[in-house]
């Protein structure tokens, strides 16, 4: 078996899937994108009825582990998000009582073993981004589901994340992290920082670009 090379990880309209294309673009690694979306739209009747939380979590924990097999099958694989961050909304969702406490356990028991064929990526990159900006880009995009969602519902997401990276470790044996700011809309059409950026995560695979040709990336 193979492992996963990187996980983008970071809450809604972060800009994860921005960097996951840059990473594939540049870096050359082929993408396994997050699937959000299913054939009974559990995450939009989520949105306008929370008593969906239950069918939907289930449904992206299970779909999030077969991507995560699938992306662990060669040693190429980008993830945008995977199992580790579900666990996020999980939490947050029982605490704010969208979930009953037997579901809750369910939910716990299920990840808890799956967790256990889940080989750890090489690399685990969060994207952070202030608040104000989150909710900007989640008002642009105009995806009629997230923004019926409401502030509260994303800033209570948003304290969520907040201690992620701890959470992370203390579950999964992640060899290496990296944290990026994208406070600043403008990072992507900014050649030296997309370059800084891109040899920061290239010093994490050797093999693949030897000291003193990083600059060789397409």
Not at 18 to 37: A, C, H, Q, W, Y
Not at 108 to 126: A, F, G
Request: with cysteine.
């Amino acid at each position: 078996m193979g492992q996963i090379q990187i996980i983008v990880e970071g809450m809604t309209a972060s800009g994860k899937s921005t960097i996951v294309n840059l990473l594939s673009k540049r870096l050359g690694f082929d993408v396994m994108p997050e699937e959000f979306r299913d054939q009974n739209d559990l995450l939009g009747r989520f949105h306008r009825d929370r008593r969906w939380a239950f069918p939907m979590q289930l449904n992206f924990l299970v779909t999030r582990f077969a991507q995560y097999l699938c992306a662990s099958e060669e040693d190429r694989y980008i993830m945008d998000r995977s199992i580790f961050g579900d666990k996020v909304y999980a939490t947050l969702y029982y605490k704010q009582g969208y979930f009953r406490d037997s579901q809750f356990g369910c939910y716990l028991t299920l990840y808890d073993s799956l967790l256990r064929y889940t080989k750890p990526p090489r690399l685990l990159i969060l994207v952070h981004c202030p608040f104000e900006e989150i909710m900007r880009r989640i008002h642009v995009r105009g995806r009629e589901d997230e923004i019926v969602a409401g502030e509260e519902y994303w800033r209570a997401l948003y304290g969520a994340y907040a201690p992620f990276i701890d959470f992370v470790k203390s579950e999964v044996d992640i060899p290496n992290f990296l944290v990026l700011d994208l406070s600043d809309p403008n990072f992507i059409h900014t050649p030296d920082r997309v370059e800084h950026f891109l040899r920061e995560v290239a010093a994490f695979f050797p093999e693949r670009f030897p000291k003193g040709q990083e600059g060789d990336m397409a």
